[in-house]
């Protein structure tokens, strides 16, 4: 029988990046144009089969607005993977991504995997983020980089293919 493990995973990043969609996407391939805010954090599960194992990720996708920033530890402690959420055509989410990144790297499992991910990469016309900037910060900080489109599922499943293979590996 295949070897099953079990990995904690949170999302982390600003409001409205896409952090839930990106989870709706993986867990059930569905997408809303209206997704609500998530309101404290929502719990959900889903499994991948890799080379060597089967990854069941079990999944807190947190709240970004700022009034739950707080409760933030609660869900990243223990985590062995975290994936932080910028939208690329949002500055601001991306510098509150860089936050996040040193919050885990300061108070966060040292051995979680820490992906960065640029999400709504459909919307190229309103792109506020280089590709290249964001890899590069991805590199000098030893992360992951990927960027993403719930929307038109691009590179959803390869995003946690790529975190549960990483993790098996370390
Ligand atoms: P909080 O729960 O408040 O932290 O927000 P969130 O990060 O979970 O964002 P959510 O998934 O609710 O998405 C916010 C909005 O962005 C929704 O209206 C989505 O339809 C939209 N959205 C999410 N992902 C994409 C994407 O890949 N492309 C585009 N164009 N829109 C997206
Ligand atoms: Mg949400």
Redesign the pocket.
């Known amino acids: 029988a295949a070897r099953v493990c079990h990995f904690k995973l949170v999302l982390l990043?600003d409001?409205?990046?896409?952090?839930?969609?990106?989870v709706v996407r993986f867990v059930r391939d569905e997408f809303?144009?209206?997704?609500?805010?998530?309101i404290g954090a929502a719990f959900l599960t889903q499994s991948v089969a890799t080379g060597a194992a089967t990854v069941k990720f079990e999944i807190w996708?947190t709240?970004?607005?700022e009034r739950y920033r707080s409760l933030a530890p609660m869900y990243y402690r223990g985590a062995a993977a975290a994936i932080v959420?910028y939208d690329i055509t949002n500055k601001d989410s991306f510098n509150g991504a860089k936050s996040w990144v040193k919050e885990l790297q300061r108070r966060g499992d040292p051995n979680a995997v820490i992906a960065l991910a640029g999400?709504?990469?459909?919307?190229q016309s309103k792109r506020k983020i280089d590709y290249q900037e964001a890899q590069q910060y991805a590199e000098e900080n030893g992360i992951m980089h990927i960027e993403?489109?719930?929307?038109?599922d691009t590179n959803v499943k390869s995003l946690f293919h790529e975190i549960g293979t990483y993790g098996l590996s370390i």
């Not at 409001?15 to 990106?22: E, P």
């Not at 809303?32 to 998530?38: A, S, V």
């Not at 999400?119 to 919307?123: G, I, R, T, Y």
């Open positions: 990043g409001t409205a990046v896409g952090k839930s969609c990106l809303f144009e209206f997704q609500e805010p998530t996708d709240a970004g607005q959420v999400n709504k990469a459909d919307l993403t489109s719930a929307k038109n």
